[in-house]
């Protein structure tokens, strides 16, 4: 994505003025804006294709308590008091975030979810896990035999996990922050500069806008904003598979499984949805490119037959679509301040390996706080993790808060 001086077209007002411009209208980027109308800013929303574009509009649309593949192993990556923490974090962005569901009226399955092994080594963890959750105060049970009698290992069930339908959610607060919030789409920002008199000047195709602040919502497509995120995030794909609708129910719940590798869910209609498969293919999956690929739906496939040849039997695989993640270094999200204003998009320059050391965060720091605040990086979980880490954001945008607690993003230049 980039825009050249040929495509850079005019419309007939080309400044906007207002408080806050927001890039992106995914979920986080429609949700902040929405937030930051209820305290009477004007906001420019800002989005290179149309609302909910990019992974927001492709997801699963499972809203669920975690934040790793189950809390054993959350804790064994964080320590016992943080899992607990980032634990809770997710279960107060469930409530926000069904609270929202709610009060637009879109479309939710208030099923709960299960948390599924594969094997006998992935049920010993979760029952593990489930012993730690209960005793960490979490709403779980356990079943130690899967309750979909389907070959899978035992599971934890998580009542309040629930399905919703991402787009309508983003269409609901772009709807009902209007006008405080004026939508531009399509509008690709290219460049962010700072004015002769302080103010912050967003360059979009078609339209300048001219703020107090910036708040970038752009998760995987960061890293072509700033270089600043080239070594914080790496776009990686992920695909879904989607059946037509079957003459019955053959699961009543959301299911994560395979150390949350896979996923599926049956929508109202009756169709079975089915992502993952990446862990097989990972040098392949990375990138923008929103496509499905011949071997990673072959591996969907594979696995739909192994555990649900009834639904083989019965219907024909009728959709398949790849989006694009933004995974964050650490696998947790990034919230905090850009330490410098981009004059304009920089190529990326270090790209981040996933597998690699923490690099230094860059230091090209402005005599000024840059006003550009940020909440990316949710690594396959931004419908888990989205609300609060917007609002961890948007304090320290309107509020001057000093950090962003758990996802400051300079935990990472701590970690060398
Ligand atoms: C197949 C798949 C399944 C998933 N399933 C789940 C799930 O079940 N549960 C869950 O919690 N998470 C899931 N996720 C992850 C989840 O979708 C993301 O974490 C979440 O949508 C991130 O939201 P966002 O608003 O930060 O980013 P995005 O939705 O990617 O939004 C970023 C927006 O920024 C726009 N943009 C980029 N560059 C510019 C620019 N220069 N100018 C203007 N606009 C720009 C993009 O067009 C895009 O609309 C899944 C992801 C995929 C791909």
């Known amino acids: 994505m980039s825009v050249s001086v040929w495509q850079q077209a005019t419309r007939q007002e080309t400044t906007y003025k207002c408080d806050v411009a927001v890039i992106g209208a995914g979920i986080i980027g429609s949700y902040s804006a929405y937030m930051l109308a209820q305290q009477g800013k004007r906001v420019a929303l800002l989005e290179s294709r149309f609302p909910a574009a990019g992974a927001t509009g492709r997801n699963a649309g499972m809203c669920l308590m975690g934040a790793a593949d189950n809390y054993a192993t959350g804790v064994a990556n964080f320590g016992r008091e943080k899992a607990r923490q980032l634990w809770e ?148 794909r992920a695909q879904i598979l989607l059946t037509a609708p079957l003459s019955r129910r053959v699961i009543d719940r959301l299911a994560y499984v395979n150390y949350g590798y896979e996923y599926f869910r049956q929508l109202d209609d009756g169709s079975f949805l089915l992502g993952g498969g ?89 005599p000024q706080p840059s006003g550009i605040y940020f909440a990316v990086g949710f690594t396959g979980h931004g419908l888990g993790w989205g609300m609060v880490t917007a609002d961890a954001m948007l304090d320290m945008l309107l509020a001057n808060a000093s950090d962003a607690g758990l996802f400051d993003v300079r935990r990472l230049a701590n970690k060398q």
């Open 89 to 236: 974090l997710t279960r107060e962005n469930q409530s926000k975030t069904s609270t929202f569901v709610t009060r637009f009226g879109t479309p939710a399955v208030k099923s709960g979810s299960y948390i599924l092994a594969i094997d006998k080594q992935e049920s010993d963890l979760l029952a593990g896990a489930y012993e730690m959750m209960r005793q960490d105060g979490f709403e779980v049970e356990y079943k130690p035999t899967d309750p979909f009698e389907r070959g899978f290992g035992s599971a934890i069930l998580q009542p309040a996990d629930f399905g919703l339908d991402p787009v309508a959610l983003v269409n609901a607060f772009i709807t009902n922050s209007a006008p405080q919030v004026r939508l531009f789409a399509p509008a690709e920002v290219f460049a962010i500069q700072r004015g002769n008199a302080g103010q912050l000047v967003v360059e979009a195709r078609g339209i300048q806008v001219e703020c107090d602040r910036v708040a970038l919502c752009t998760n995987a497509y960061s890293p072509m904003i700033s270089p600043y995120f080239a070594d914080k995030i790496a776009p990686v």
């Open 278 to 366: 990446r862990s097989r293919h990972r040098e392949l999956e990375v990138g923008y490119d929103e496509v499905a690929t011949g071997w990673l739906q072959a591996t969907l496939e594979e696995m739909l037959n192994q555990y649900f040849p009834d639904i083989v039997r019965e219907a024909t695989i009728v959709r398949r679509w790849g989006g694009t993640m933004g995974f964050s270094v650490d696998g947790l999200p990034l919230a905090g301040q850009l330490p410098y204003v981009p004059g304009t998009f920089a190529p990326v320059t270090r790209p981040f390996v996933p597998a690699g050391p923490y690099l230094a965060v860059e230091t090209p720091l402005d």
